[in-house]
């Protein structure tokens, strides 16, 4: 059985780190990914997590702003079906010197690959984390993307088949719940001065 090491992934030039597994290769190997954005991708369980950093919704209130960017994400890449699966209350944090409010939601929605169509549409379980770096006016996301039905019309039917996939315990990896616990409690700022203040 593979064992699923992780290690201290440098994101944004060393800027911000996290921990998750090895497994996750980066995206911007492979493709263009937005300056904002760092993606990481497991081809081989079409599972993936993103680190994102967006000007802070000022607007968005602290309890229940990982359901707003959730909902948000969902009517974004046009998802069918959004549902609610559970969300936290409100978190302080200390990142470096700094006390930083997080929250969390869990959601399942219906999205398709790139291009195609909603008949190729998966069922992906969704977990969001919003770290609320307001020192910085930054709203840092983590999302964590992990199939639970995979379309056969789908492009990654062809990598890890049409259906329901191996639970990740089985295969012997981390499930996606465990990574997306991971990189968010292991999210460090190394550098500030990444923020432009």
């Known amino acids: 059985m593979p064992e699923d090491i992780s290690t201290d992934r440098p994101l944004y030039g060393g800027s911000i780190s996290s921990t998750f597994p090895?497994?996750?290769?980066?995206?911007?190997?492979?493709?263009?990914?937005?300056?904002?954005?760092?993606?990481?991708?497991?081809?081989?369980?079409?599972?993936?997590?993103?680190?994102?950093?967006?000007?802070?919704?000022?607007?968005?209130?602290?309890?229940?702003?990982?359901?707003?960017?959730?909902?948000?994400?969902?009517?974004?890449?046009?998802?069918?079906?959004f549902t609610l699966v559970e969300q936290s209350g409100v978190v302080e944090v200390p990142i470096g010197n700094v006390s930083v409010v997080v929250t969390t939601a869990v959601g399942q929605m219906g999205i398709s690959k790139a291009r195609q169509g909603r008949e190729a549409q998966n069922v992906v379980q969704v977990y969001l984390a919003n770290l609320r770096l307001k020192n910085v006016g930054t709203d840092v996301l983590v999302v964590a993307y992990e199939p639970i039905l995979i379309s056969p019309l789908s492009e990654s039917a062809a990598t890890v088949g049409a259906g329901l996939p191996a639970p990740a315990a089985q295969s012997g990896f981390l499930p996606m719940a465990e990574v997306f616990k991971l990189a968010v409690s292991n999210f460090k700022v190394n550098d500030w001065n990444l923020f432009g203040n």
């Not at 911007?28 to 497991?42: C, G, K, L, T, Y």
């Not at 950093?53 to 000022?58: I, T």
């Open 22 to 81: 090895v497994r996750f290769q980066d995206v911007s190997n492979i493709r263009q990914v937005p300056d904002h954005q760092e993606a990481f991708v497991d081809p081989s369980r079409d599972e993936s997590l993103i680190f994102e950093l967006l000007d802070l919704k000022p607007d968005v209130n602290d309890n229940g702003s990982a359901v707003w960017f959730l909902q948000d994400l969902a009517n974004e890449q046009d998802a069918q079906g």
